[in-house]
């Protein structure tokens, strides 16, 4: 495979071609709006520009990194010659099955049709297709020029092998893909993301403490174990004998918490205004688009000193 097609230009769209032009392939950048296209290939130029060679940036030259990327003129000129899609057109059902539609009758057979999508299930959008049996989600962490972590989720008549040259791919291009066995609502990350979600708008709701004081016992506690090890290796090295004596130990007081957490709960209107009121203290509305660029500098260098430890560790 050496050419791929990226289907959608958007803020996810956009990383995706960064991803599959600095790992070598030739990449085809295709979206409805002409002016989108033009804005990823600035936003590949610019991020290769900023971005150190082990934090998401090149150890190439960015000319000829960039040369891999072509303006597509139409879906049919994006799919020529490519080997696998990543679509990241919007996250509307009724945009999905169209697009699915066209791109099922233009693609030869034997294409991977991929989605970025974040909660669709692919079956949702590709049961009426004829070759529906290439089609699966590819849903990346945002934004995976950044984050590796990419979810594999196949709809009920995904073939074995296109999970496969699918994972084998993201392999390829410096991506970290897991794989579901089947469909669920939210994959794995958003169900994760959604549980924390649910607990930190409860202590802010029920005035056991600030948003603020949620988000430090994140940064500043769970998060920097949760940067290299997940949750069942933290639990497994916070016991002397390991997982199972953890389990005994703080089990039932988990359990207890859970049936506490047993509570699910909209976020209603007054709550999200006061954690809104409380974040724009912290961070104006006019200084987000700054705020974001200060959170990729330090996903930047957090990928970069995370490639060189495990590194160190290997060797």
Known sequence: MTKVAVVGCGV???????????????????????????????????????????GGGSAEDVDVVCARLRAATSLEDALTDAAYVQESAPERLEIKRDLYQRLDAAAPPHVILASSTSGLPASSFTDHLVHRERCLVVHPINPPHLIPLVELVPAPWTQAGVLDEAAALMERVGQSPIRLNREINGFVVNRLQSALLGEAFRLVEDGLCSAADVDKAVADGLGLRWFFMGPFETIDLNAQEGVAQYCRNLGPMYYGLAKEQADPREWHA??????????????????????????????????????????????
């Not at 205004?273 to 006019?286: I, Q, S």
Request: glycine share 2%; aromatic share 6%.
């Open 12 to 54: 996810v769209g956009s990383s995706w071609a960064l991803v599959f032009a600095r790992a070598g392939y030739e990449v085809a950048v295709y979206d409805a709006l002409p002016a989108s296209v033009q804005q990823t290939l600035a936003f590949v130029r610019t991020s290769l520009e900023s971005l150190p060679p082990d």
């Open 270 to 315: 007054a709550l999200v205004e006061t954690v809104e009121a409380e974040r724009r203290m912290l961070t104006p509305a006019n200084s987000l688009p700054a705020r974001r660029l200060w959170r990729d500098r330090c996903l930047s260098a957090l990928v970069a000193a995370k490639r060189r430890v495990m590194h160190e560790e290997q060797t």
